[in-house]
């Protein structure tokens, strides 16, 4: 019988968090986008899966933390957000 860890990531709030942490740490371009592929890598790169990037992107959507443009290809920092690294 094999026995599987729990992801990090099975926390939504968790993954969230770890989100706009790894946004915070990318470089953002002009007016302040980060673009979407930058975090989708690092995200992945730190053990999440794609569905699990999606339900944190859409986490820190609904608390206010982060504004994703309607393309889809970039996010910015909401107020809130960035009061977070203040």
Do not use: C
């Amino acid at each position: 019988m094999k026995f599987v860890e729990p992801s990090i990531f099975a926390d939504l709030d968790v993954a969230a968090r770890k989100l706009v942490e790894i946004a915070n740490a990318v470089e953002a371009g002009q007016d302040g986008r980060i673009f979407i592929e930058l975090v989708n890598g690092a995200f992945l790169e730190a053990g999440g899966t794609p569905d699990q990037f999606r339900a944190a992107l859409a986490r820190t959507i609904a608390l206010g933390w982060l504004l994703r443009h309607e393309s889809g290809t970039y996010v910015k920092f909401t107020p809130t957000g960035a009061e977070m690294f203040a």
